[in-house]
């Protein structure tokens, strides 16, 4: 069952650790996001997560055509929001993406492991919690 109150804001490196590490935290937050609640993306966090995927670092974990499937599983699955408002509040400027994703697509979480975007917790209603604490939180539910 979709719990749709669930709006889900993935940060990069979340994305990146799920694929890395398909049994991990951040794999198993993925998977739920995907299957009970909603997954939000923007043209910004999409170019983004293709960019670092695209580096020659993760050439040996994945190939050219996965990332094409991974652009069309997001494009399918996941919710596409247009940015309207743009804020300013990060400390880091390239983490301001995400919150203006969550903000103009009501998120409900932010799932990031980065501590430049943690210490905002909370932006308005927007829960902003590393991956073991929103597993955490969904699983006591």
């Known amino acids: 069952m979709i719990n749709s109150s669930i709006r889900l804001v993935l940060d990069t490196n979340i994305l990146i650790s799920s694929i890395l590490a398909p ?73 301001n993406k995400f919150i203006d994703l969550a903000l103009n697509g009501s998120a409900s979480h932010i799932i990031t492991g980065d501590n430049d975007l943690l210490v905002l917790h909370p932006i308005q209603d927007i829960s902003i919690l590393n991956p073991r604490d929103f597993w955490n939180l969904i699983s006591s539910k």
């Open 23 to 95: 049994n991990s935290i951040p794999s198993q937050v993925l998977n739920w996001g995907e299957n009970e609640g909603n997954i939000l993306y923007s043209t910004d966090t999409l170019s983004e997560l293709l960019s670092v995927l695209s580096r020659d670092k993760f050439a040996k974990y994945i190939e050219p055509k996965e990332i094409n499937g991974l652009r069309e599983r997001i494009k399918i699955n996941w919710y596409y929001v247009s940015i309207i408002q743009r804020v300013t509040l990060c400390r880091d400027e390239k983490d």
